[in-house]
């Protein structure tokens, strides 16, 4: 009995296999240590090989690729329902087996190796913002504990961290004031390190065809076209632009039934940090539009009109997103047009 599909359940040290032959038949549901993986799968036949889209699922997939295998990565929501009961390895490579064949089943393109060492710059710095967020917070606490209260923002924080450095003259004990000033000296090397993140992500922005192409759009910045570039790569893998926005989560959860269509609210499904970056982009179009209308596309002053502005941020992060993907898929550059 020769197998032909493989559904692969990954883990740290135990991976579970799961194969069957073209007519459903199982031939083997068994565990297999990770130094023994690449040598059980060099001994079959070239397979269909289903995997969650998980940690490590690309690295797995380009290994599987390389030795000849045709490799597949689905969203674990979408393998779920294929699970029949009970929570085991051997339940979830079968299910993962049963859903890799389903002709109406959604994949995630693997992303190369320079994708991976790209985003690994975007998470980092992610990290550095929240613990600076975090430190920022605590220098805001410990000086209200004293009665000294600073500005709203990270502006007014930067701007009174500097201040203490040169003039700590606030009236607290020393105690803490050593502790304000250790806190300070941290914030700044955290800020000094996001600042040099962000040149790494110009840099790059520069260099990419692609993402040079997606900063024409109005509101996107290198950060978004950079992370864009890294995530989704050339966006072929989205039939369209509204299908690249629902990925987003920027359109509502259709809840029809009966006939009748019922839309709910925006369903914040998809990659949080692009559609965080994506409505940030929108949003410092809105301020602007306020300042300096003749600086905005036509089309968001007429949004603006008709909509709240938060739904107007929505919305046009949902615009802004189908034409990145027009733009990523067609090799063309953004076009302003009036409507």
Same mark, same amino acid.
């Given at each position: 009995?020769?197998?032909?599909?493989?559904?692969?359940?990954?883990?740290?040290?135990?991976?579970? %296999?799961?194969?069957?032959?073209?007519? /459903?038949?199982?031939?083997?549901?068994?565990?297999?240590?990770?130094?023994? @993986?690449? &040598?059980?799968?060099?001994?079959?036949?070239? $397979?269909?090989?289903?995997?969650?889209? $998980?940690?490590?699922?690309?690295?797995?997939?380009?290994?599987?690729?390389?030795?000849?295998?045709?490799?597949?990565?689905?969203?674990?929501?979408?393998?779920?329902?294929?699970? +029949?009961?009970? +929570?085991?390895?051997?339940?979830?490579?079968?299910? =993962? $087996?049963?859903?890799?064949?389903?002709? !109406?089943?959604?994949? %995630?393109?693997?992303?190369?190796?320079?994708?991976?060492?790209?985003?690994?710059?975007?998470?980092?710095?992610?990290?550095?913002?929240?613990?600076?967020?975090?430190?920022? &917070?605590?220098?805001?606490?410990?000086?209200?504990?004293? /009665?000294?209260? =600073?500005?709203?923002?990270?502006?007014?924080?930067?701007?009174? =961290? +500097?201040?203490?450095?040169?003039? &700590? $003259?606030?009236?607290?004990?020393?105690?803490?004031?050593?502790?304000?000033?250790?806190?300070?000296?941290?914030?700044?090397?955290?800020?000094?390190?996001?600042?040099?993140?962000?040149?790494?992500?110009?840099?790059?922005?520069?260099?990419?065809?692609?993402?040079?192409?997606?900063? !024409? %759009?109005?509101?996107?910045?290198?950060?978004?076209?950079?992370?864009?570039?890294?995530?989704? /790569?050339?966006?072929?893998?989205?039939?369209?632009?509204?299908?690249?926005?629902?990925?987003?989560?920027?359109?509502?959860?259709?809840?029809?039934?009966?006939? +009748?269509?019922?839309?709910?609210? =925006?369903?914040?499904?998809?990659?949080?940090?692009?559609?965080?970056?994506?409505?940030?982009?929108?949003?410092?179009?809105?301020?602007?539009?306020?300042?300096?209308?003749?600086? %905005?596309?036509?089309?968001?002053?007429?949004?603006?009109?008709?909509?709240?502005?938060? @739904?107007?941020?929505?919305?046009?992060?949902?615009?802004?997103?189908?034409?990145?993907?027009?733009?990523?898929?067609?090799?063309?550059?953004?076009?302003?047009?009036?409507?």
């Amino acid at each position: 009995m020769e197998v032909t599909t493989i559904g692969l359940d990954l883990g740290k040290d135990v991976f579970q %296999v799961h194969g069957i032959t073209a007519d /459903g038949t199982v031939v083997f549901n068994r565990s297999i240590r990770r130094k023994q @993986l690449l &040598n059980f799968f060099e001994t079959l036949p070239t $397979c269909l090989v289903g995997i969650e889209a $998980c940690g490590s699922a690309h690295h797995w997939a380009h290994e599987l690729t390389a030795i000849g295998h045709d490799v597949r990565l689905m969203p674990a929501v979408y393998v779920k329902p294929y699970v +029949k009961r009970g +929570k085991t390895d051997a339940v979830d490579a079968e299910a =993962i $087996c049963e859903a890799v064949t389903r002709p !109406t089943m959604r994949f %995630v393109a693997v992303k190369s190796k320079e994708q991976q060492a790209l985003l690994t710059i975007h998470r980092v710095r992610q990290l550095i913002v929240r613990q600076k967020t975090q430190m920022l &917070n605590v220098i805001r606490g410990l000086l209200r504990e004293f /009665g000294h209260v =600073i500005g709203n923002g990270p502006v007014a924080s930067m701007r009174f =961290i +500097k201040a203490f450095q040169t003039d &700590n $003259c606030l009236d607290m004990p020393d105690v803490a004031k050593s502790m304000l000033k250790t806190l300070c000296e941290q914030v700044i090397a955290l800020d000094e390190r996001v600042t040099f993140y962000d040149k790494l992500i110009e840099y790059h922005s520069r260099i990419d065809e692609r993402a040079k192409r997606i900063r !024409t %759009v109005p509101g996107v910045g290198p950060i978004t076209a950079s992370a864009i570039v890294a995530t989704i /790569g050339d966006g072929k893998q989205f039939k369209n632009g509204r299908e690249f926005a629902a990925w987003l989560g920027l359109t509502p959860l259709n809840r029809s039934s009966g006939g +009748k269509e019922r839309l709910g609210r =925006i369903s914040k499904k998809g990659d949080r940090y692009l559609r965080r970056l994506l409505v940030i982009g929108m949003t410092s179009q809105v301020q602007r539009a306020r300042g300096y209308p003749e600086r %905005v596309p036509p089309w968001i002053m007429q949004l603006l009109e008709r909509k709240p502005v938060r @739904l107007a941020t929505i919305a046009m992060a949902n615009k802004a997103a189908r034409i990145i993907w027009a733009i990523l898929t067609k090799d063309t550059y953004y076009r302003q047009t009036a409507a």
